[in-house]
């Protein structure tokens, strides 16, 4: 169909990143996008070939496939496509054809490339490479938005200086914010109730407006942290109420700050270390969603932002070992005490249960067992008092399944390769992910290293364990946009942990069971098997680019749900997503889709 300047100029200026470009950047472009019309079925490219451009749908639906034909993804109008191609080696790595009667525009590449160079808002969007974050949260790096309190008390300007000082104190805080409506009037503090009611033996019965600091100081929720602090110093006081649009939203106070100076892993670290109950040591654990929201709002990358958090459950767990020796005395055979799930691979987030296991020595006797019955339970119970909930398929070293001598584990783990049945590919993912906690690590390092070369070179256990990885897929929609959850309470919202991490978690189990490799943190996973050339380098940093983008996307998630006072899950919904944000999480969907595609169809696959 042809299509008139007007046309695509009136098209591109309703798509990202087009529509941020500067004035005049479309009206330059525009001539150079040459429309294509396609018919239905019919190819636009196919895997391997040179491709022509940039495609952007203008109408009609056009099907993705990768280089193992299998479908990726249906894209609609506004979507892009051909830009992984190009930012390569403008060799196409899927293919596509037309699902229906479709047009799409083609900017050549040399427009492309020079696009993407001259405009950030084109450079940002299509080029999906990762960008170095720093690793320490400070005030001068942390948007207020992060460290205010959300929701202030407040109260209006008639209520009586009594009723206000009791409000204070049931609410354990130091001033209220006054208001009329949603807009700030003034601020009442316990120095004002202090230092006119008290001090001037003024009536109890007083109104607020009549002791009030009328018209505060104010910031905006964009403001950093030091703007808060240099405020607080400028104008000596201790509150600062944050104030959007006219309405107030937040306010920071000196304790705020002080917390979050305060807060930082190695400081619970230490308290958790220096802990004489599991009570104590819960009340430390309590500060991890603020600990999360500090990392997160600081930069720091998702895996370190993790494996900070995991240190503090390791710590916990140590500390617990050793109140639990305390109490019952001299253990009576040596043990490890390890870690599988997310606290094994050092992946905890603020949602997580415990997964956890004890290996005993071979000296142990079956009259030992009760010691290590009661050091279980102990433990257990002391991680769920600090926030770690009792795993709901008691996978814990309290089932006396999973706290065996070694020799019972090497049988276990002899079955599970020889016999890989649904129960030994779900028990042999889990177990794959063990990680020494506590205890003598000795007794782990001849069970790794033998069970990875035995069950790498069993390729029907591989193919049985590559199926089972493949269980878990993306939520990639047959149509343009997600899949979400079709009913209950998380309707019409992304399961950003089954559907999204577990996915990548699998394909790195694979990739490290392969390669004999070591290492249990899914990351680390992902750069050995690089390194050992099971995974080639352009797949290696498609998927760690996917992996960061959904795990951090996670995390954030997570962040603004502490942030608003609730508490952290794993349920996103879209919505809550820009154009641009949901662009590229859909395209971090398709790498992990093709990925798992390719491994289906590679070496030890079951048909």
């Not at 407040?154 to 130091?174: F, V, W």
């Not at 905890?348 to 020595?361: K, M």
């Not at 990885?469 to 946009?481: D, E, I, N, V």
């Not at 380098?537 to 997570?558: C, F, N, P, V």
């Amino acid at each position: 169909m042809p299509l008139t300047q007007d046309q695509v100029i009136r098209f591109l200026k309703s798509v990202h990143p087009y529509d941020a470009l500067p004035e005049g950047a479309v009206e330059t472009l525009a001539p150079l996008f040459e429309p294509w019309e396609i018919e239905q079925d019919f190819s636009v490219y196919d895997y391997g070939e040179k491709l022509p451009g940039l495609f952007l749908v203008y109408e009609g639906m056009i099907e993705i496939r990768d280089e193992n034909d299998v479908v990726v993804s249906h894209l609609g109008i506004r979507n892009s496509f051909g830009e992984r191609g190009l930012l390569r080696d403008g060799v196409a790595v899927t293919s596509a054809r037309a699902d229906e009667h479709s047009v799409v525009l083609v900017l050549p590449p040399i427009a492309f490339y020079k696009l993407i160079e001259e405009h950030a808002p084109a450079k940002k969007f299509f080029d999906r490479t990762r960008i170095e974050k720093p690793r320490e949260a400070s005030l001068a790096t942390s948007l207020v938005d992060t460290l205010m309190a959300h929701n202030p008390v407040s109260c209006g300007p008639e209520t009586t200086a009594q009723d206000a000082a009791s409000l204070m104190r049931d609410k354990r805080i130091s001033s209220l914010c006054v208001t009329e409506g949603t807009a700030l009037t003034g601020i009442l503090t316990t120095r004002d109730l202090s230092g006119k009611v008290l001090a001037r033996a003024m009536p109890v019965t007083t109104p607020v407006r009549d002791v009030m600091t009328a018209n505060p100081v104010t910031l905006a929720p964009n403001a950093i942290g030091s703007d808060v602090l240099h405020t607080m110093m400028e104008m000596g006081i201790g509150h600062v109420p944050i104030v959007e649009g006219g309405k107030l939203v937040g306010i920071v106070t000196q304790t705020d700050l002080t917390r979050f100076q305060a807060v930082s892993s190695a400081e619970l670290v230490s308290e958790i270390a220096h802990a004489k109950t599991p009570d104590e040591m819960a009340e430390v654990t309590a500060r991890i969603p603020q600990l999360l929201v500090q990392l997160v709002a600081g930069g720091n990358r998702h895996e370190v932002v993790t494996r900070l958090i995991t240190d503090i459950a390791d710590t916990a767990t140590r500390r617990l070992l050793t109140l639990a020796e305390e109490k019952l005395g001299t253990p009576p055979a040596p043990y490890l005490w390890l870690a599988c799930g997310s606290q094994g691979r050092q992946e905890q987030t603020g949602v997580s249960d415990q997964d956890n296991c004890l290996i005993l020595h071979d000296m142990v006797t079956d009259d030992d067992m009760p010691y290590f019955h009661a050091l279980a339970k102990f433990v257990t119970d002391g991680l769920n008092t600090c926030g770690y909930v009792y795993c709901p398929g008691d996978m814990m070293a309290t089932n006396p399944r999973w706290c065996q001598p070694m020799r019972v584990w090497k049988e276990y783990f002899s079955g599970w390769i020889n016999t890989p049945d649904p129960e030994a590919q779900m028990l042999a993912s889990v177990m794959f992910d063990l990680r020494p906690i506590g205890g003598h690590k000795h007794l782990f390092e001849d069970l790794q290293e033998g069970t990875l070369k035995r069950a790498s070179e069993n390729s029907i256990f591989v193919a049985h364990m590559i199926s089972n990885s493949l269980k878990h897929q993306p939520p990639l929609g047959l149509l343009r946009g997600f899949a979400t959850i079709r009913s209950g309470e998380h309707k019409n919202q992304l399961d950003m942990k089954h559907n999204g991490v577990v996915p990548i978690v699998d394909l790195a189990r694979i990739y490290a069971l392969q390669g004999q490799l070591t290492a249990v943190n899914t990351r680390a996973r992902l750069e050995a098997a690089e390194a050992a050339g099971v995974l080639s380098k352009s797949g290696a940093r498609d998927l760690l680019d996917a992996y960061d983008l959904i795990a951090e996307t996670r995390l954030l998630h997570q962040a603004n749900l502490v942030k608003d006072g609730k508490a952290p899950d794993n349920y996103l919904l879209p919505a809550e997503l820009s154009d641009f944000e949901r662009s590229h999480l859909r395209d971090a969907f398709v790498v992990v889709k093709t990925l798992q595609s390719a491994i289906g169809h590679g070496r030890g696959m079951l048909s």
